[in-house]
């Protein structure tokens, strides 16, 4: 999934195929449109950061899905009617990063005054492209002149992390 | 590379678990005795946090547009029709 179009292809068609299964599931279970929507979304999340980080075969990824999104559903009905959840496996969902007002904000200021680096940064820290893989998608010559940006942007990102977090004050911890 | 890029090499391999055994005792024994280098490797990872989760956001955000193409061009109205089918209790 190093393209952008390879990504959405692969999604598009896991889409198609899984949404389905689950969607029937979750309403079979009393689960609304919504709801199914949701835990097929996070159940997505979790299988491509479970595929980029090189865990998971494919052959069983359609298996895994519908397992994840089932999960999901148990945890959000069983939050809806105030039980805890009968098995706790955690999934790498769990990790998702506590919504902090003034991370939020600071990534917006990413979002607009750094895109270009950001999104260099999350091919390589969150989709886990190659430096070879990422040079190409980002029309650079070789790997090292990627390399070399990608620090670069590291420290551009770093700078401003830095001078947004003196101004909100709460984000260091 | 310029020496502030090998610097921020050297913090990102340490904060990756990349670092070579002796290289990362040298890196410990820094940390030690630099707290100028521990408020550098706190700032690093809250910036590799912040990386993640606008990775996540994009997805995220291509997950949402691949949903409302399948849900509102004519050519999938099938599988708009088949899902929605399950909802009609």
């Known amino acids: 999934m190093t393209s952008k179009a390879d990504r959405e292809a692969v999604l598009t068609e896991l889409y198609k195929s899984m949404f389905p299964v689950v969607a029937k599931y979750v309403a079979k279970m009393g689960g609304s449109f919504d709801d199914a929507k949701d835990v097929f979304h996070d159940a997505l999340v979790i299988y491509y950061e479970k595929v980029v980080a090189g865990g998971l075969s494919v052959a069983n990824d359609k298996a895994y899905i519908t397992g994840i999104a089932k999960h999901l559903w148990y945890k959000k009905f069983n939050q809806a009617i105030g039980t805890k ?16 007002p003034s991370s939020n904000k600071i990534l917006h200021h990413l979002q607009t005054a750094g895109k270009r680096c950001m999104d260099l940064l999350s091919a390589f820290y969150y989709d886990k492209l190659s430096m070879k893989e990422a040079a190409g998608k980002f029309g650079y010559a070789g790997e090292r002149s990627v390399t070399v940006q990608k620090y670069k942007c590291l420290e551009k990102v770093r700078e401003t992390v830095k001078e947004q977090s003196l101004e909100y004050a709460d984000f260091i911890e | 590379m310029r020496t502030s890029l090998n610097n921020i090499k050297l913090t990102d391999d340490h904060v990756n678990g990349l670092l070579p055994t002796g290289d990362a005792l040298v890196f410990e024994a820094r940390l030690i005795l630099n707290p100028a280098l521990q408020d550098e490797v706190i700032l690093h990872k809250q910036t590799l946090a912040l990386v993640q989760q606008y990775g996540r ?24 029709d088949s899902i929605l089918r399950f909802f009609k209790h």
């Open chain 1, 85 to 100: 959840s009968m098995d706790d496996m955690n999934f790498d969902i769990a990790d998702e990063p506590a919504e902090h």
């Open chain 2, 57 to 80: 956001d994009m997805l995220r955000k291509d997950i949402e547009s691949i949903h409302t193409q399948l849900f509102s061009q004519p050519q999938h109205r099938s599988f708009k």
